[in-house]
């Protein structure tokens, strides 16, 4: 987009969601709602009837909350305070996103205040990736995960030598890579694509519609990590019950459980060293450097612990350090125990008490993520969540499967895949996600499969005992 | 896309299609629209409040006339019957395409019997694209043209040599030089990109936002002559009168009017021995293989007219005859004259009659455009007339500004470029097109100034008489 489109992107971005937004409240959707009591009682809770009716109750009764002008309000700010995060960034200046941090934080509390929450404000804010989840659980959840992970880090010595990962890979061979491996995993040409990006990420329009972004560069290989990681976002979407198409019910159900999804793909999967038993030949055939490398040297390096400035480059211990961070901060904007001008103060100082860091300039601390800009408010938590979801997950399918490891080691992905789609993917919104859990993994949200997880893959790399 | 979104696209197209419809077509509009009745009289009609009123009542009435029911149906089969469309290109093979025009033009007799037209149903369809015109005014600018140059087609003898057009041209050069050239013809960084594309075209989403995209082969400069092409169309965006944003006359007033700035940038400006007498020695230091070729004989090269079966590879001579083939069918197909499953026929003989030559297969012939398929009946006739109105305004410009050979000689192109904003862009849908081309260039639709600049052309490139 060229730089003078961004205020009209903004008009048309908000014309669009106010209509989107009075379709939704309008009183004939919710006359029909009302109508159509009789007919979701006479079916099956887990019906397809019932459940589109409850859900897209649901949706408008929360709908109605919001007035159409503040829906388009939020829609505008979150359009222009974007672009000036990306000046910001450019500039290396907190001082020129301030006063967008400061508006878009005025439209929270004017949303917070259309639900009048009984308990934490935050509540609101959550609901709308983690339907159902409440602050307080995820407090918890986030408090026990921070105890055991601040010592768990500093108990991590001995550096790794993950200089394999360096080198000369051309983006070509690593795109061929990548898509012979998702091909395995179960993404097939006629309803996927892959395409180039700036930022990778993955979106759908349809169960037969994926599509999948990635940023291949030739010095290292995170490009095919993040295929991995974003394959596991489009399978969902994939394996969603093809007869929901076009209704509430055609999605994943929260941010978390997709985020389960992407990382178990990319570290579950994608880190395993059963994998890489499979793909390592092929991997080394497309780039001859690894020739040299062992498995086990490789495998090493792809799980390498180290602290990081940047959330995107964190490991598996550390990244629920950066989201708790930014959970606590957006509680603290929200209280007003921190102004949107003490920021980046705050920021720093959490790093340095999480992560021994300091950022050494905005860009590289407080600027260095896009969702305030965009009004995302509440979406973080649901990245460490789904950390915490991913090997809930797993448990239940190696107790369902068996040993998932030997199958890999076999090239076979199919027993998980069909796992997901039977016990997640295919029920889509059906289940509020606490349910999905229960039914899926047997039980509540629990940090401690993660942790042990990472206990187990801590002692098996570094050779000491973990904490 | 995958290929196995097409169908969802379809639909999705067709609810925001539907959705857009009944908001255009409320009777809320309607009732606001009457009670505006004493503020549009109480103004000029020129002024912006008048016209803002007048337009959005026409575009209103208009739309009334079309059940969003069928509105959704044509959206829908333009999605289906392209995408069937590409496969039958990749086939060669009209029979997979038969019945999506089939389908088409089942939904194009519905779309005209709502309006019931009194005179030539094809009116319904070409008043979608040039607002106010009528069939009986193409047919006698169409049968005008015809008489002229089939013979004067004939009269061009000798070969052009333009084998200077043909070698290796590294894209990126390309691109650079067509970037410097746009830039000094009034494409500013700020509110235009260019991109790259299969298809090239230009879109707008505000006089701020204009996107241009190309294509360029190493193996010829077709690439850059196609960005001056759709410079004309951008700049019509980029200079209607910024105070219309967001408002029904924010936009070019139609099809022909648009065809005319496109045309006018490739052809008049693009194709003159003046333009390049400024810009050959750049294009020469971008491509070294130039720098033996005489100026004269790159822009003969340039002006070469040759039959060709493709519609997009047309000179100015030949390209009028390939459209009034199109309109002849669009307009046999909907008496019935012609049936879809006679059409290759048709559309073969024709093309020997006009052109003398003999498409080898469907898809050198019938099958390649993608107009049919995205049911856009109506839309080719504007192309001729672009060509038209270009020549007719060009007369008055240079009337206004002088010479305007000698100011492109000396690389000023701002007053043809202000002209263009002063007499047509700004006034954007203010006008109907008749009183527009009444106002600019000072007289209704005329060919005759058209073929005359042909005539001068032909005789200046050929040395011979033209008839």
Known sequence: MPPLGAPARAEARATLSRHAHELLVSEELGALLEELRPFEESHDRESFEASVVRVARRDYEKATRIPPRLRAELTRQASLGYRTWLEAREANDYAIFLPQLERALELVHEQVACFDPPGDPYDVLLDDYEPGMKTAEVEAVFDRLKAELVPMLASVTGPVDDSCLRGTFPP?????????????????????????????????????????????????????????????????????????????LAHGVSSAFHESQSRMWENLVGRNLATWRHFYPRLQEAFPALGSVPLETFHRALNKVERTLRRVDADEVTYCLHIILRFELERDLLSGAVTPRDLPEAFDAKMREYLDLQPPTPVDGVLQDVHWSEILFGYFPTYALGNVVSVQLWQRAEADLGDLDAQFESGEFAPLREWLREHVHRWGRVFEPTELLERAAGGPLDPEPYLAYLRRKLESLYGAAVR
């Open 172 to 248: 070509d061979a690593q795109r061929r890579f990548a898509l012979q491996m998702l091909a395995e995993w179960g993404m097939d040409a006629d309803s996927w694509r892959l395409d180039d990006t700036v930022h990778p990420f993955a979106s759908s329009f349809a169960p037969t519609d994926i599509r999948l972004t990635a940023r291949f560069h030739e010095q290292d290989l995170h490009g095919v990590l993040s295929c991995m990681h974003e394959f596991g976002h489009g399978l969902y979407e994939r394996q969603v019950d093809p007869a929901y198409t076009r209704t509430p």
